[in-house]
């Protein structure tokens, strides 16, 4: 899956925007009751629900950087899980720094939205797995 181009998303209009697949694996690995399918970001939430946490990256780059990784967290994260409170699907990935992809389970259809992307700390991911909340993903051969 290429980059995000994020400049050609923002200017758009609000709509669905593919930017990744809830594949089997994952499903299994979570115990999900949903097929495989699309998931989308609305043009709207770069600006809406990303740009929020941009100060909380090391630098401007690694905030762009992991922006326009999001296809590439969904596609090959190194862990996932799912939010204990809202049942957001969470997926991370080790780039500059350690970004996490909450993705919205719409309630009613089942349809998959990307809903933020954030980083974590080294200690909250080491925690999280101690604990069980995020486990290690291996994509199956």
């Known amino acids: 899956m ?80 799912l939010h204990s409170k809202n049942g957001n699907i969470q997926y991370i990935k080790k780039l500059d720094d350690i970004s996490l992809v909450g993705i919205q389970i719409i309630k009613g259809n089942g349809n998959l939205l990307f809903r933020t992307i954030f980083p974590i700390t080294e200690a909250k991911l080491n925690y999280s797995l101690k604990i069980g909340k995020f486990i290690p993903y291996e994509k199956n051969k």
Not at 33 to 52: A, G, V
């Open 2 to 81: 290429k980059e995000l181009d994020i400049n050609s998303i923002k200017k758009g209009k609000s709509k669905n925007i593919k930017i990744g697949e809830l594949s089997q694996d994952v499903i299994n690995l979570l115990n999900l009751d949903l097929k495989p399918q699309n998931i989308n970001i609305w043009s709207t939430r770069i600006e809406e629900h990303c740009e929020k946490h941009k100060n909380e990256y090391s630098s401007p780059t690694a905030y762009n950087q992991a922006i326009k990784s999001i296809p590439l967290i969904i596609q090959q994260p190194d862990f996932i899980g």
